[in-house]
């Protein structure tokens, strides 16, 4: 079963975000066993070379690769599905119309406007449009304010394939000073209840972003089907700071 149908039949999976562009390092946490890994493409340090190398490193691991694109624009949306990633995570939507400008930038007509030039998707994705449209994914995040007001209608957009809640920016949009900020720790669950509870009533995947194992599962106990474990650059600070605290200790 690929990715997209587990994706669309709403099975629990887990995965991980790469901001770093280190091939080899990303092939070894693809092989650790994730279902999927995440190159991130608009706060990560990985130009369009790296994106490339990334995806040939995650498939190389026996991973689905997505990429969190710079914009929502058709240009980087094109480029990541072409360079092979199996779906794109779009930032900063807003509305129902961001949504549906996302779906146009990355599917080919009709159902979308998607340039047809699959460079490498072509070796891992069946090229035939019809069928890429099948295999590949689009998630929105929902990460703002005016997201969580709209966020029944942006389910509701034909397309779509599933929500991608980014807590950080989301706990900011509701007052937080920084995120993980304890004084809005009410409202954030409550908003995090809340999404998870409207994609599921609409039918479609819910993930979110979270800074370790524990509370990934614990989101997918609370309902959402897939949950994204930190981040490479943050486990490497954290180990590298431990071990340097053992050591002097």
């Known amino acids: 079963m690929s990715f997209a149908e587990r994706l669309r039949n709403r099975q629990q999976q887990v995965g991980y975000w790469v901001t770093l562009d280190a091939p080899p390092a ?4 693809a092989r650790a066993g994730y279902d999927y890994v995440v190159l991130d493409g608009q706060h990560g340090l990985i130009g369009y070379q790296g994106l490339l190398n990334g995806l040939l490193a995650i498939d190389g691991g026996g991973s689905a690769g997505l990429v969190r694109v710079e914009a929502n624009d058709p240009t980087p949306i094109g480029r990541a599905l072409d360079a092979g990633a ?11 119309e961001d949504v ?5 930038s990355a599917k080919y007509p009709p159902l979308g406007r998607r340039s047809f030039g699959p460079m490498r998707s072509a070796l891992r994705i069946d090229p035939a449009p019809a069928e890429a449209n099948k295999v ?9 304010a005016q997201a969580l007001e709209n966020v029944a209608e942006i389910c509701a957009t034909p397309g779509l394939d599933g929500l991608y809640v980014g807590p950080a920016d989301l706990a900011l949009s509701l007052g937080a000073r920084y995120p993980g900020d304890p ?19 609409a039918g479609i995947a819910v993930g ?25 650059l943050s486990h490497l600070e954290a180990v590298a700071t431990e071990h340097l605290r053992i050591a002097r200790s």
């Open 26 to 29: 990303t092939e070894r946490i």
């Open 86 to 96: 199996f779906g794109v995570i779009i930032p900063l939507i807003d509305t129902a």
């Open 100 to 104: 549906a400008r996302a779906v146009r």
């Open 136 to 144: 590949t994914v689009v998630l929105a995040m929902i990460e703002t």
């Open 183 to 201: 004084e809005i720790a009410g409202p954030f669950e409550e908003a995090i209840a809340l999404i998870a509870k409207t994609a599921t009533a």
């Open 208 to 232: 979110i972003h979270t800074f370790d194992g524990e509370n990934a599962r614990r989101r997918l106990e609370q309902g959402y089907t897939f949950a994204t474990v930190s981040s490479d």
